[in-house]
């Protein structure tokens, strides 16, 4: 494990010279900080070496390719979106430097509403223009997603489901390759993390805990980061925060379930009959009409991500102009197809579950990707197991199931490329891991023990 910690660095030094040096020291040692603040001091030992092995195999994969990379680009940059977040950070430095000679066009303008290009442009002013380190940013808050699914994992289920997690979370590939790269996924991911690590709290922690306090403050930060980075995330927390609120409250605790459950329709019922008088004195058009509004929103969202087959960047049809905005050939195909059932709401929910499916490949990319869903499709039984293996805070898996819930909603209503998909399904990977590999754990122990008992039982009889 010191070599991890010594070689890293050296190879920064190597390739990109001193800033990227101190740089790397600076990364791999505060996650090694952060690794002692997020876990008990018991677990403290194993989890650094959960971290330096996934922080390791990520830096034995990035240098290589950012030096092959740069060959080629001149940036080490491995993907279009990658190498444009490089190009907008840069482009950024310059400018406020008072370099009148470069511009952004119009093609990646919204880029500057997040805020993930002035992170990049913060480290191009602090140590120039050194693109080696966003990617071991993202590889260092890759190493300590792990290092939290883990701990998250081991508060729910047992020691050897949590290692397993964590295992899994330091070599899942899909995991590995959005960590090496200069995209906004690994940073999200992590909030994410920490926001679900704050949920789990908040739904075990004693009434009048005076760490309550810290905990919703530093939800609150999480939040407004969220809301820069990733909207619908933000949205789901504070759903997951009004369901531990509900499940601890003590008018929760004065009621029973089937006059909470009741309680909580009427709640629905007078608020979504508000809505529908209120847009009824608004609007002429029948309900039926936002139904239809939803579902062409949607064809059209996942029209357009399949027009865009080479990058989540927007395409020049979206981009608006002195004479506005052009809906794209497929957006307009798609409004002349009826509505059904299994186009528009079966396909979508499986393509955004499942694909790619091994035996749907028809490229070398496509098959290396399918082989890694065998691995998904085995945690998603894990995960409809996980409730049979008793876990220990049932109300932080109930929040855990709504989040992978919703966030598998939203991926099937926006998502229609399969690159894309891959990258923003990320979310739901953790959560898999989680209470998949508690399932299969649970899984394993009961096919074990019923071996045990019949090899007994043939001996009891041969006696």
């Known amino acids: 494990m010191v070599a991890i910690r010594v070689l890293a660095p050296l190879g920064a030094l190597i390739i990109e010279g001193w800033p990227a040096l101190v740089g790397a020291v600076l990364i791999q040692e505060g996650c090694l900080w952060l690794v002692g603040r997020l ?20 830096i034995a994969i990035a240098l290589p390719t950012h030096v092959v990379a740069r060959l080629g680009n001149g940036n080490g940059s491995l993907f ?53 380190l966003p990617k071991l940013i993202n590889i260092g808050l890759a190493a300590l997603s792990a290092v939290l699914v883990f701990e998250l994992t081991r508060r729910v289920f047992s020691q050897r489901a949590a290692l397993l997690a964590g295992v899994g979370a330091a070599v899942v590939p ?8 200069s995209l906004k996924e690994t940073l999200v991911l992590f909030l994410a993390l920490v926001a679900l690590r704050l949920v789990q709290f908040l739904s075990t922690a004693p009434a009048h805990s005076s760490r309550i306090g810290d905990a919703l403050v530093l939800m609150a930060a999480l939040l407004a980061l969220l809301v820069d980075l990733r909207p619908t995330l933000a949205v789901m927390l504070v759903g997951l925060l009004v369901v531990v609120w509900g499940a601890r409250s003590p008018f929760r605790r004065r009621l029973r379930s089937w006059q909470f459950g009741f309680a909580t329709l009427a709640l629905v019922l007078i608020v979504g009959g508000g809505l529908w008088v209120a847009r009824s004195r608004t609007s002429n058009r029948p309900l039926t009409g936002v139904v239809e509004d939803v579902v062409l929103q949607i064809r059209h969202r996942r029209a357009q991500e399949a027009a865009s087959a080479r990058s989540q960047l927007r395409p020049e049809q979206e981009v608006l102009s002195a004479t506005g905005s052009q809906l794209p050939l497929a957006e307009a195909a798609s409004d002349a197809q ?22 749907q490949a028809h490229t070398l990319t496509e098959l290396a990707a399918g082989a890694e869903m065998l691995g998904w499709y085995a945690l998603l039984v894990g995960t409809c197991l996980s409730w049979l293996a008793q876990p220990r805070q049932r109300l ?27 990258r923003h399904r990320l979310l739901l990977d953790p959560a898999l891991l989680l209470l998949g590999c508690g399932g299969l754990e649970w899984l394993v122990r009961q096919v074990i023990a019923r071996r045990s008992q019949t090899i007994l039982t043939h001996q009891y009889v041969a006696q």
């Open 174 to 181: 899909t995991m590995v390759i959005w960590s090496i790269v």
């Open 396 to 422: 932080f898996v109930i929040c855990l199931v709504i989040f992978v819930v919703a966030n598998w909603l939203v991926l099937a209503a926006s998502e229609g490329n399969l690159g894309n998909l891959l």
């Open 338 to 359: 009826p509505f059904s059932v299994t186009s528009d709401v079966v396909e979508p929910l499986a393509f955004a579950l499942l694909a790619p499916a091994p035996w």
């Open 39 to 58: 876990t008990e001091a018991c677990q403290r030992a194993l989890c650094a070496r959960l971290f330096l092995g996934a922080y390791g195999l990520r």
């Open 80 to 132: 279009q979106d990658d190498y444009t977040n490089d190009l907008v950070g840069e482009w950024l430095v310059r400018i406020a430097s008072g370099d009148g000679t470069v511009s952004i066009f119009a093609g990646h303008q919204h880029l500057l509403d997040g805020l993930y290009p002035y992170l990049l442009m913060g480290l191009y002013t602090l140590f120039g223009y050194t693109p080696l």
